[in-house]
T-cell receptor, first 112, second 114 residues
Framework: GENVEQHPSTLSVQEGDSAVIKCTYS??????FPWYKQELGKGPQLIID?????GEKKDQRIAVTLNKTAKHFSLHITETQPEDSAVYFC???????????FGKGTMLLVSP | GAGVSQSPSNKVTEKGKDVELRCDPI?????LYWYRQSLGQGLEFLIY????????KSGLPSDRFSAERTGGSVSTLTIQRTQQEDSAVYLC????????????FGPGTRLTVT
């Protein structure tokens, strides 16, 4: 089955800095890679996703890149703000055939 | 519109008791998922319902865990003879289409087994 590794487990940045979270996956058939943000006491919320037919996707301050050859994908947050502080999870799946396999999460702390 | 709702939000139970956790998915979503999240851990897949197909139970950790989905909508996760290691947040998610894609999560039920 699929295995997703996520690094780092914790990340502290100053407000305004950029933050990068990286994930690797094992199943070359995986073609869907979402990122979720989980705030304290809440369920995870989808913030951006990418499919294997593209290499990069942006949405305002967040972007995701995908390297299919190396089987890794990354989340980039620019101009971080304190409200970006949360736990971020990456995941991978084969659309239409499998459920999501999640990484163990990254706790991002943005200090004012 | 209404999102995924779960009840109760918190449940404290004694070891050995049975518990039922409820999930109301987004209306019209055909797929429903249950996950378990232990302290500081990622999301562990438990079970997946898709329409009228047989559920994917491959993630259930033991035969003390079961789930059903009635009428293609509401789902109940049942844990029998609870153990302390069952303490976790149980999350439910739904998606419009089968096989993952965009999953929308509920707020979770925090289960504490004393």
């Amino acid at each position: 089955g699929e295995n997703v590794e996520q690094h780092p487990s914790t990340l502290s940045v100053q407000e305004g800095d950029s933050a990068v979270i990286k994930c690797t996956y094992s199943d070359s058939a995986s073609n869907y890679f979402p990122w979720y943000k989980q705030e304290l006491g809440k369920g995870p919320q989808l913030i951006i996703d990418i499919r294997s037919n593209v290499g990069e996707k942006k949405d305002q301050r967040i972007a995701v890149t995908l390297n299919k050859t190396a089987k890794h994908f990354s989340l980039h947050i620019t101009e971080t703000q304190p409200e970006d502080s949360a736990v971020y999870f990456c995941a991978a799946s084969i659309l239409g055939y499998s459920t999501l396999t999640f990484g163990k999460g990254t706790m991002l702390l943005v200090s004012p | 519109g209404a999102g995924v709702s779960q009840s109760p939000s918190n449940k404290v139970t004694e070891k050995g008791k049975d518990v039922e956790l409820r999930c109301d998915p987004i209306s019209g979503h055909t797929a429903l998922y249950w996950y378990r999240q232990s302290l500081g851990q990622g999301l562990e897949f438990l079970i997946y319902f898709q329409g009228n197909s047989a559920p994917d139970k491959s993630g259930l950790p033991s035969d003390r865990f079961s789930a059903e989905r009635t009428g293609g909508s509401v789902s109940t996760l049942t844990i029998q003879r609870t153990q302390q290691e069952d303490s976790a947040v149980y999350l439910c998610a739904s998606s419009r289409l089968a096989g993952a894609g965009e999953q929308y999560f509920g707020p979770g039920t925090r289960l504490t087994v004393t």
